[in-house]
Structure formats: C-alpha cells, structure tokens
C-alpha cells in the first residue's frame, strides 16, 4: 500500500508504459470483410459505411491482391449474387460470385481466406434460410447450408463460417466436408450471434433486408447471456474449430466468458454499427482517431482471439 506501491511509477514515460503494456493489437488476427457484387460494373462505396465499398469482380481481384501487398493477412467474403430466389439456391452455383472469389483470391493471394455462408443475400425473402409458412425452417435450410458449403470447399476455401443461426448446422457442414475428404477446412462458428439493431448498414452492403418480419426466431436475444454460452457450447460439441460472439463492443463479457470458460480460439465481429459510429464520430471531428486503437485493444484485453472488423485495412496500412 502506499507509500510503498506507487502505480504511477509504471506510467512515468513511453518507454516505461509500453514494457508495462499488457495487450497488444496482433495486426495478424485482424480480419478484413469484403463485399463483392455479381450486379456491378465497378466499385461503389457503401453510403452508411463511408470508406467501405462494394466491388465488382474485376474490381475486387485488385484490391484483394492490394489487401495482400499492404499485409493483410485474412480476408472475409460477402457476395451479392445477381439471382435471388425462395431456396437461395445461386449459394451453391459452383460459377457463383463468392466461389468465383475464392478462386481468384487463392490464385493471386497468400492471405487466409475465410468465406461467410448463409442464405440472407441469396434468399428472395431476406431470411437466412428456407421459410414454409412464414417460419424459417431449420433443418431443410441445413441441406442447403451443406451444398453451400461444399461448394465454398470446393472453390478452395480455407475457412467456412456459417452465419444463420440454424440449429446443428455447425455438424451438418462438418459432416459433408468430411464425407467429400475436406477433413482440413477450418469452420468458424458464429456461435453466439445476437438480433442486435448493429447490423443496419451491413444490411445496405450486402442486399439483405428481411422482407417481412425479422430475424429474433433464430439470432438471439441480446438480454441473454447463459444462453450464449449454451450456443457456444453446443457449437464445440458439433466440430467447430473456431467460436464467435458478435457483436463485439457491446457484448465484451460474453468474449471474456468465452475465453475463460473453453480452449477454442474465440473470434469477435466489430460490426457494420459499431463501425459506423466510430468512423463518423471521426469523420466529424468529434472524436479522435485513436478511439480505433482502443476500441480494438479492448476486444484484445477482453479474450478475443481474433477479430473480424471494417477498420482492418487502414489500421494495417497505418501500423506498419
Ligand atoms: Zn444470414
């Protein structure tokens, strides 16, 4: 106690502070999405998601390959497919927009290649899987979900990460990649991911707006935390080599459970909400840039492993 402990004396200058300094952001861990659009010609920015932009394929094989020179190490993909339909089934063409950017990216880059996969940009309705009276249905969308994911593995993916939120589809893509040898594609989990009211702008990004209702009939309630690590729970139990809590500012607690609670790496998705409210408190000068740097050092001190975010390209571009 003092006068004996005196804690300033570990912050006395720079030098000192940075020995002192528990958490570091790992520039490798960072994970940058891209969104990629069958419809365009060229790249378009995002309007609520100011210096995020949609490609078009030609347009993506060059920045994918910029994203590489600059050290980027891990890139996760979004397509927006030109046909939509009730079973979403442009998911699983083996010519569509995300397989075609597997392919191009693991031609031309050294990155890891994640690929998110769901049915929400694929589905006329918006939803992450098949509805049958106006209630999405769990276990024929995982058959769906299986095709998609073959289809990603065959493309050559390294890492599928499914979205949705369908019970058991973590052993459902488990068990076809294996039954098709890809016994070493990696699946990262969207364990425990939250009906949160962050996702507006991704919404714009990638065309995915619910055409009727919402999605609280399989995204979780954000009021739930135990439920959350039941989810994560069961996704271990059902093969995933990689777990997930999303968001990730508001839901810290959850990313610390995790880590405590398991030995799987514990990823986290700072999503399209939590990047806009940052990037425009910036933008206007409200705020200082290095509200980034403590935003993502945060989701370090808290036990994430990894952490997928829109702030990824310029934080590397920055920080070299
Ligand atoms: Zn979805």
């Known amino acids: 106690m003092f006068p004996v402990e005196r804690m300033r004396r570990h912050r006395l200058n720079s030098n000192i502070r940075s020995i002192f300094k528990e958490t570091n952001i790992n520039k490798d861990k960072l994970i940058m999405p ?22 078009s394929l030609n347009d993506y094989e060059n920045y994918i390959k910029y994203l590489d020179d600059i050290g980027v190490k891990n890139v996760i993909l979004f397509g927006i497919p030109k046909n939509k339909d009730s079973t979403g089934s442009s998911s699983y063409d083996k010519n569509g927009i995300v397989q075609n950017a597997i392919r191009i990216a693991k031609d031309n880059t050294k990155m890891n290649i994640i690929a998110d996969l769901c049915l929400c ?21 995982l058959e769906i979900y299986q095709k998609e994911a073959l289809s990603y593995a065959d493309a050559g993916v390294d890492i599928i990460a499914p979205s949705g939120m369908m ?66 729970d069961l996704d271990i139990k059902e093969g995933a080599d990689i777990i997930m809590v999303k968001p990730a500012l508001f839901y810290l607690d959850l990313i610390h459970e995790a880590k405590r609670l398991y030995n799987l790496p514990v990823a986290t998705y700072m999503v399209s909400g939590e990047y806009t409210m940052i990037k425009n408190s910036v933008l206007s000068g409200l705020l200082n840039e290095n509200i980034i ?25 920055n920080h070299k």
């Open 293 to 317: 740097d403590e935003a993502l050092t945060s989701l370090f001190r808290a036990g994430a492993d990894m952490v997928i975010n829109y702030f990824t390209e310029d934080y590397i571009k």
């Open 167 to 232: 019970d058991g589809q973590v052993k459902a893509i488990r068990e076809i990649l294996d039954k098709n040898n890809y016994i070493n594609t990696i699946i990262m989990a969207y364990s425990s991911k939250f009906a949160s009211n962050l996702y507006g702008p991704f919404r714009e990004a990638a065309d995915s707006t619910p055409q009727f209702g919402d999605r609280k009939s399989y995204q979780m309630d954000y009021s739930n935390g135990r439920e959350a690590i039941r989810e994560i």
């Open 121 to 141: 940009e694929y589905t006329d309705t918006g939803h992450c899987g098949i509805i049958e009276n106006g209630y999405v249905n769990n276990d024929k969308t």
């Open 34 to 55: 891209v969104f990629i659009d069958e419809n365009e010609k060229s790249k378009k920015e995002i309007k609520s998601m100011p210096g995020i932009y949609r490609y």
